[in-house]
């Protein structure tokens, strides 16, 4: 009975070593940026790119807190900076850096919430993080309600098709008429947009 106990703990810790070093060669998500330019003044969404692999949104979203806030992205928060102020949707935002996040809920249209929260250091939420990124500003995994406060708009998603499934999260700012751009949110079978323009 010992002798079957050691070899069931042997094989345990093996498979948990086995998984870590898979999750370690699982290569990070890559970084991009969505950029669009009005009267020479720049807005810009840098975020994390994660992968289906297999999953499916309908799975990913279900392990969602119960407010159903989504980061918009993987590892490090994903930001909106803007050189003016804008009109995102129908809400005004002025100038500055913000938070990107997504109120996902399990019926009905997606959200893009904007919050004046920069975000939280890696090192206090991983004490172990390479120095290389110990400062890096992660997201609020940790609860969004500590940071609600800030939210400084929450704007309405329109669904849109894609042309074509996305494996990885797609945040695009493509140019639209009347000087203003399309704002899209793309991943798997699904898509998500609304508007930007400069505020007059």
Same mark, same amino acid.
């Given at each position: 009975m010992r002798v079957k106990t050691a070899a069931t703990v042997v094989a345990m810790v093996v498979s948990a070593a086995a998984g870590a070093a898979r999750a370690q060669e699982r290569p990070r998500a890559q970084r991009e940026t969505a950029t669009a330019t009005f009267d #020479?003044?720049? !807005?810009?969404?840098?975020? #994390?790119?994660?992968?289906?692999?297999g999953r499916t949104l309908d799975a990913l979203t279900a392990q969602l807190p119960a407010d159903r806030i989504w980061r918009a992205g993987e590892n490090q928060v994903t930001t909106l900076t803007a050189d003016t102020d804008l009109v995102v949707g129908d809400k005004r935002v002025p100038a500055g850096k913000y938070s990107v996040y997504v109120h996902a809920p399990a019926q009905g249209n997606w959200s893009l919430v904007l919050n004046s929260d920069p975000g939280v250091p890696l090192k206090q939420i991983y004490a172990a993080a390479p120095p290389e990124v110990a400062n890096a500003l992660w997201p609020r995994l940790d609860g969004y309600e500590k !940071?609600?406060?800030?939210? !400084?708009a929450r704007i309405p998603l329109a669904a849109a098709n894609p042309s074509s499934p996305a494996e990885h999260f797609v945040i695009r700012l493509e140019p639209a008429k009347s000087g203003a751009s399309v704002l899209t949110l793309l991943w798997g079978d699904r898509g998500w947009t609304t508007t930007v323009k400069p505020a007059r």
């Open positions: #020479g003044k720049k !807005v810009a969404i840098e975020y #994390g790119r994660p992968a289906l692999r !940071v609600a406060a800030m939210e !400084v």
